[in-house]
């Protein structure tokens, strides 16, 4: 049955897939299947958009800390960077997920289907920089850049590789250091807004096994499966050309927003 706890190391699978594959995660797919699987488990549809979020969120950081270890142990984590991205990045998902609480999850649901279309569009037809490779950005811009990458990744769901990613290659970094940079910001994306979901959230706001709006079983069962469904990922991505990956997976995020729009 879909409402059995197996469904969330299956949604950890395709995340881990696809984080894989294009070096960002699947957050946005990950958080529209929980929309539809939750209220399944005794999730009230009005919060169901709320621990979408949450739980999207909490199983980033350990996704993203298992993709920023790979990347390190290749000399590819630019860390003066993510120090100086990191205060921003926690600031910026603490109010995000502050806001987000605020807000109803129909209008986090618009949110969240704006941004997809956005990413769908940047995926088909947004250019590609090449990153010179030894530069290491730093300074107060770096944090302030920080603050808006955090809070948009807080509201709708996201470890901010799609906006990290293309802000490092346009400051300069070779592709695959931005990409390990970003996985190491993810981290720090991920524990802000994740505690802000669940020290922030009304009493009472999920039923049982949940912590404020993050609820635990699909947190920890799709992180478990990700971080093991990722390799396949990575091996899949040297077997396809990159611009056609990429317009498939702007096929699939028009399908997310289309799917978030039936629900």
């Known amino acids: 049955m879909l409402d059995g706890f197996w469904i969330f190391p299956l949604l950890g699978v395709i995340a881990g897939v696809l984080a894989g594959l294009l070096g960002v995660g699947g957050g946005l797919i990950l958080v ?4 539809w699987v939750l209220p399944l488990h005794g999730i009230d549809h009005d919060a169901a958009m709320h621990a979408a979020l949450a739980s999207s969120m909490a199983s980033i950081v350990l996704t993203a800390a298992s ?6 142990r290749r000399g590819g984590v630019l860390w003066p960077t993510v120090v100086w991205m990191a205060p921003g990045l926690v ?14 999850g ?5 949110g969240v289907i704006g941004y997809c279309l956005l990413a769908a569009a940047q995926m088909a037809f947004g250019r590609v920089r ?29 470890g901010g590789g799609s906006m990290t990613v293309p802000l490092l290659v346009w400051r300069g970094v070779a592709a695959v250091r931005a990409v390990g940079t970003s996985s190491a910001c993810g981290v720090v994306i991920g524990i802000a807004s994740a505690t802000g979901y669940a020290f922030n959230a009304p009493a009472g706001a999920l039923p049982e096994h ?18 093991l469904a990722a390799p396949l990922g990575s091996r899949l991505a040297h077997a396809i050309g990159g611009p056609a990956l990429k317009r498939v997976f702007a096929v699939f995020l028009v399908l997310v927003a289309g799917s978030l729009l039936l629900q």
């Open 130 to 158: 090449n990153g010179g490779g030894d530069v290491v950005p730093a300074g107060p811009g770096m944090s302030a850049a920080g603050v808006g990458i955090g809070a948009v990744s807080a509201v709708v769901g996201i």
């Open 32 to 35: 529209a299947a929980l929309v």
């Open 91 to 104: 600031v910026g998902g603490w109010l995000g997920s502050l806001v987000a609480v605020a807000l109803d």
């Open 67 to 72: 993709s920023a270890w790979a990347h390190h």
């Open 106 to 110: 129909a209008v986090l649901k618009w």
């Open 210 to 227: 949940a912590v404020g709006y993050v609820y635990l079983p699909a947190a920890i069962g799709v992180a478990a499966a990700s971080v």
